[in-house]
């Protein structure tokens, strides 16, 4: 009889040159016993190669699918796994084909092994789990586990660890043989004892993501363990989580039943709002659009008001006229400029020599906001929410109508087109850029006007209104901007 | 054009983040997340952090680090960047009408986390999905910051799939496709007239022109220059996308045949099919039941019969009437049941497209049938050894020593794998 005692660190290696070495010998598998180190030998067993005993030279030629096979079932923990694959090896030289014959009982066997192998190779990839031990500030961080395996899948599964953690030390301990990786070299280690690890701050943020990763309407106890059997979690942290989420489960599932839809939040007014500005340009046909318009309910405004009052005028004039809002007359007529303030505008561009009638006017805000006090609606100014929704409406005017000069009345209206409704007393009469870059000529309300108490300085603020009505004549006259229709 | 005038938004974020702790933020973000089905970590470039200078390797095949008692593989860190969402999808526990608890991550707490979890095996990479905050674009560029910061300053060559947002600016999608390995935009529900009336804010159109934009990009990526020079590649896990099942009146027929036109135009890796489970503060517009777990199983089954079997849509759904499948056996066995005639089939001679419609056949197991007939006849119990499964098979099939006589055809051969009648609940 011959003894092959195969190592436990390099077995695959060890394996196969015994194996060819006994196959050159021509000795038959019933006269080979074979164990790794901690395993005596026979009382009859002589000490088979590697050794110097026989001197062999020359070489056998197996199958590769055999090998790669052999290189895994080495490292199983079937204390017959090497003479099982030396009696197969044996059957082999004499008849190639039986690597792809799967109905072969020996075959089969083997090939159940090197499933055993994989399964246990790949559940030490997942199932590892480190704890850090060095400084995590130091320039090469440190970790360690403590993992426990069914099979002798460290030594195989290490070139893994080492290709994936290459920038920080690291070491896999067990009760079989531990892998060590320090400044980028893996090293194998026997019989380590269990180490204390750290605890690692870490470790309660996973467990948190593993309890809230969970859905409670769908458990599935079988399917889980199936793939992540008992005998693994006593080294995972998050395993201990498992019987208390299994309990809560159906009481939380039936709790998720049963709860009654609750009230929406009071912020999703606000956010839908918010996110009714995000959607893109206006672009149905011209002549839908005050119907659009009409039909608004992007702001709270359409619920008081009487209607909504689109734009009027010609799509082709070359002045557009932008007011703040509807008032009292508009929100009743649905026309824009026609109460007491627009009879004041109309009345100073006729001395302007301003015809609004060649004129596209519109509002900023086509809604009418106002507070009721007694049996009259007091105007209220549109805050910046409102004039950011309707001004999705007048830039889909501006593109219809694509003026030369856009004349903004009052802060409201220079707010929505060019982004700032401030200091307007120093504004007006100058001309900014609006939407598309068309020029914006910044004026005041002609409410303003009435409201002036002061009977000079309502005189000197006529007199700018009536001059920069004026300009905006003459720029809608004279000005060059390429106008173009879509 | 827009300027966005009152900065609310930002107001409302401040208010609700200033007290969460990392840990809290990460219950309510991973708790948002559960309701996505994929956590696959597969079939991406091969990569590894040999020479010390990185963190991360990517070997092919995807690495289950954990189990849920959901049954479910935990492979990658599952998180929303944030909760907040402008959008109000019916389904969806993070809408914008739904009371449930809300928190943002920042950049740099995803990194850490994901690059934490890492080290300590716990995970495969990242999978980062987000409500809508702001625009589309807002929440695109955060998400591909954190991906740029993960592979150009952490050197992270470990997974990340990101969920990418239908409206984002191209750009966006574009760098996304080079920073992670999977894309992928959730088609949400079978047909665009649900989606329409369950997520008014999306538009189906625009999410299949987002998967057409994915699947161009991919192949775009894939042509050498004229210099012969591979540009980086982009998406290389392909992208996927996910459909609800249950929550609508649609039939698997309309499930299945949505997603084989998914598979065939976009060259989808995956579909997957989430069954509609019940959520916190649920949406009065939805079914308030148990997820329908078993029609999710079977619609699997179908979709694999689809892909790897050779079988063709009409004939899984067209022998069922209800345009469902059957709920109490495969629906292998089901066309098996209901096409006899062809049974029982000799695993010595049937060709392959025969023996892989065989109940209990796999592909596998044809491939080792294929192999080992060419040396010798197969007997019976050859083929529990190749690993099928017999006791479904067993009546479709002749081989050495065994023939299944009148039980091919015997009248009560469905009831043999149906379970039995169940009492009906009470509750």
Redesign the interface.
């Known amino acids: 009889m011959t003894h092959v005692v195969v190592p436990r660190i390099d077995a695959a290696r060890a394996w196969r040159d015994a194996a060819r070495d006994l196959l050159l010998s021509q000795v038959p598998p019933q006269e080979v016993t074979w164990g790794d180190t901690r395993q005596d030998r026979g009382l009859f067993d002589t000490p088979g190669p590697p050794g110097p005993a026989r001197p062999v030279t020359g070489s056998v030629t197996v199958p590769r699918s055999f090998l790669q096979m052999a290189d895994t079932v080495v490292w199983h923990a079937d204390p017959a796994r090497f003479a099982r694959l030396y009696a197969f090896l044996w059957r082999l030289i004499e008849a190639p084909?039986l690597m792809?014959?799967?109905?072969?009982?020996h075959l089969?066997q083997l090939r159940q092994m090197e499933k055993n192998v994989r399964r246990c190779q790949?559940k030490m990839?997942?199932?590892?789990?480190?704890?850090?031990i060095g400084d995590p500030a130091g320039p090469r961080?440190s970790?360690a586990?403590w993992f426990e395996p069914t099979h002798h899948t460290v030594e195989p599964t290490a070139g893994?660890f080492?290709?994936?953690?290459?920038?920080?030390d690291w070491r896999i301990l067990t009760p079989d043989i531990s892998a060590v990786f320090e400044d980028?070299k893996v090293r194998f280690e026997e019989d380590h004892p269990r180490p204390d690890l750290p605890d690692?701050a870490?470790?309660?943020?996973?467990v948190?993501?593993?309890?809230?990763?969970?859905?409670?309407?769908?458990?599935?106890?079988?399917?889980?363990q199936s793939?992540?059997p008992k005998k693994y979690w006593k080294n995972?942290p998050?395993a201990a989580a498992?019987p208390d989420?299994?309990a809560g489960?159906p009481a939380r599932?039936r709790?998720?039943?049963?709860?009654?839809?609750?009230?929406?939040?009071p912020?999703?007014a606000?956010?839908?709002a918010?996110?009714a500005?995000?959607t893109s340009?206006w672009d149905g046909p011209a002549d839908d659009l005050p119907r659009q318009v009409s039909a608004c309910t992007r702001c709270p405004l359409h619920r008081t008001a009487t209607q909504a009052v689109p734009g009027e005028g010609p799509l082709s004039a070359r002045l557009m006229i932008v007011a703040e809002q509807p008032g009292d007359q508009e929100d009743l007529q649905g026309r824009p400029l026609v109460g007491p303030a627009g009879q004041l505008f109309d009345r100073i561009a006729d001395d302007a020599g301003l015809d609004r009638n060649g004129a596209f006017v519109t509002n900023a805000v086509k809604h009418f906001k106002f507070r009721p006090r007694g049996r009259q609606r007091i105007h209220q100014r549109p805050?910046?929410?409102e004039?950011?929704h309707c001004r999705w409406w007048l830039?889909a005017e501006i593109q219809l109508v694509r003026p030369a000069v856009i004349l903004a009345l009052g802060a409201t209206a220079a707010?929505s087109l060019t982004?700032s409704g401030a200091d307007l007393m120093q504004r007006r009469g100058n001309v900014e850029t609006g939407?598309?870059g068309i020029p914006v000529l910044i004026t005041l309300h002609p409410a303003y006007l009435l409201r002036q108490p002061d009977a000079d300085k309502k005189a000197a603020a006529t007199e700018h209104f009536r001059n920069d009505l004026g300009l905006a004549r003459h720029m809608s006259e004279n000005t060059v901007f390429p106008r173009t229709h879509a | 054009m827009s300027q966005v005038i009152a900065p609310w938004f930002l107001r409302t974020y401040t208010e609700h983040m200033v007290k969460k702790t990392l840990e809290q933020k990460l219950a309510i973000l991973s708790d948002a997340a559960k309701y996505d089905a994929s956590c696959a970590s597969s079939g991406s470039t091969k990569r590894d952090s040999r020479g010390g200078k990185s963190l991360g390797s990517n070997e092919g095949s995807g690495i289950c680090h954990a189990y849920a008692p959901d049954g479910r593989c935990i492979s990658l860190l599952k998180i929303l960047m944030t909760n907040f969402c402008i959008y109000d999808c019916s389904y969806c526990i993070n809408r914008v009408s739904s009371n449930v608890e809300r928190a943002r991550f920042s950049v740099d707490e995803v990194v850490k986390l994901t690059i934490e979890f890492y080290r300590r095996n716990y995970i495969e990479g990242l999978f980062l999905s987000s409500g809508i905050i702001r625009s589309p674009d807002t929440t695109m560029l955060d998400m591909v910051r954190i991906a740029r910061k993960l592979r150009h300053e952490e050197n992270f060559r470990g997974y990340i799939h990101l969920k990418t947002i239908p409206d984002a600016a191209p750009e966006l999608i574009e760098e996304a496709g080079l920073l992670a390995d999977r894309l992928s935009i959730n088609v949400e529900l079978p047909t665009d007239a649900s989606v329409k009336q369950h997520a008014p804010e999306k538009s189906p159109e625009q999410i299949r022109r987002a998967m057409a934009d994915v699947r161009l990009r991919k192949e775009v990526a894939r042509d050498r220059s004229h210099t012969g020079k591979r540009p980086p590649r982009f998406a290389p896990a392909g992208q996927s996308t996910q459909m609800i099942i249950g929550a609508d009146a649609a039939t698997d027929t309309t499930v299945l045949g949505q997603s084989t036109r998914l598979y065939a135009s976009y060259k989808l890796k995956r579909v997957y099919y989430s069954a509609f489970s019940p959520i916190p503060d649920a949406s009065s517009r939805l079914p308030l039941i148990s997820p329908p777990l078993q029609r999710e199983h079977r619609l699997y089954q179908a979709d694999w019969l689809l892909r790897f079997y050779g079988f063709d849509l009409r004939e899984i759904t067209g022998h069922h009437q209800s345009g469902n499948l059957d709920l109490d056996i495969d629906p292998k066995l089901s066309w098996a049941l209901a096409h006899r005639g062809l049974f029982p089939v000799d695993v010595n001679r049937a060709p392959r497209e025969l023996l892989l419609r065989v109940p209990g056949f796999g592909t596998k197991t044809v491939g080792r049938i294929l192999s080992s007939r060419r040396h010798r006849s197969l007997r019976y119990d050859d083929l529990h050894r190749m690993g099928a499964g017999l006791k479904k098979a067993r009546a479709f099939i002749t081989a050495g020593g065994w023939s299944p006589g009148a039980l091919t055809d015997s009248a009560g051969l469905r009831a043999r794998f149906a379970p039995p009648p169940e009492q009906l609940s009470l509750f």
Do not use: C
């Open positions: 084909h792809s014959d799967r109905g072969d009982a089969s790949h990839k997942a199932f590892v789990r480190f704890r850090e961080r970790f586990a893994f080492a290709r994936r953690f290459a920038d920080m980028g690692d870490s470790e309660i943020l996973w948190t993501y593993f309890r809230n990763i969970f859905n409670p309407a769908r458990l599935k106890v079988k399917a889980m793939e992540m995972m998050e498992i989420l299994i489960a599932a709790e998720m039943a049963l709860n009654a839809p609750g009230l929406p939040p912020r999703m606000a956010v839908q918010q996110q500005h995000l340009a805050d910046a929410g004039i950011q830039e707010l982004g939407p598309d």
